[in-house]
């Protein structure tokens, strides 16, 4: 490609010497600047149902930790982009874990300041375009990725996909895709209180996209 451009190009200045130039070349650059239309697609709507789980695995102390499940979540975009999500943790006040990637899972009707537990979110197989990445969880700068990253739901931490090898820099492109892994902790019977009636779950986290390059 190279040669045949040079060539090219001599070959235009000695015709010239021989020829009337009738008008210069002209270069052009095209495209639009919009703002990106993105989809998030959730599977089962996002909801994580565990059915009905028996009261006695409950613990008389420490805690149990229960079976984890994985659904995918992809967002699709219409324009080349980066993408990044807040979390709020809604039950925040009912988890019975310390740090901000615990979120509440409810508390038990019947007894006054009572706590579930908490369950983790944890992303992994992350992907831009069909490609594997990372991801990143910050609250500030610069952007570290990783393979895998845990929802931290303070409504500051911001998550996202990170390119690979590239500090500071955001994964763009138009189709991301990420595994989200979700892991109950049950409390102790101490705290949960008396199960005498079927107990829901109540776990609930409210995501806030963000994109735009």
Avoid at 110 to 122: A, P
Wanted: hydrophobic share 40%.
């Amino acid at each position: 490609m190279l040669s045949t451009l040079c060539l090219l190009a001599f070959t235009g200045i000695t015709y010239a010497q021989s020829s009337r130039i009738t008008g210069p070349g002209e270069l052009t650059v095209s495209g639009t600047l919009t703002a990106p239309a993105c989809q998030v697609i959730q599977s089962d709507n996002g909801d994580y149902d565990y059915g009905r789980i028996d009261s006695n695995l409950i613990p008389v102390s420490g805690s149990y930790t229960h079976s984890s499940m994985v659904k995918m979540w992809s967002v699709q975009c219409d324009a080349d982009t980066h993408l990044s999500f807040k979390a709020i943790d809604n039950a925040a006040s009912t988890s019975a874990g310390t740090g901000i990637t615990h979120f509440g899972l409810g508390s038990n009707p019947s007894v006054e300041d009572s706590k579930l537990g908490y369950y983790t979110v944890l992303m992994r197989n992350a992907k831009v375009d069909g490609a594997d990445t990372n991801l990143y969880a910050i609250n500030g700068t610069p952007i570290a990725g990783s393979a895998a990253v845990y929802v931290h739901g303070d409504g500051v931490y911001s998550m996202g996909w990170a390119k690979v090898g590239a500090v500071g820099e955001p994964h763009i492109g138009r189709s991301f895709v990420v595994d989200m892994e979700v892991t109950p902790v049950f409390a102790h019977r101490g705290l949960v209180g008396p199960i005498a009636d079927d107990v829901p779950l109540a776990g609930s986290l409210s995501l806030t996209f963000q994109f735009g390059i």
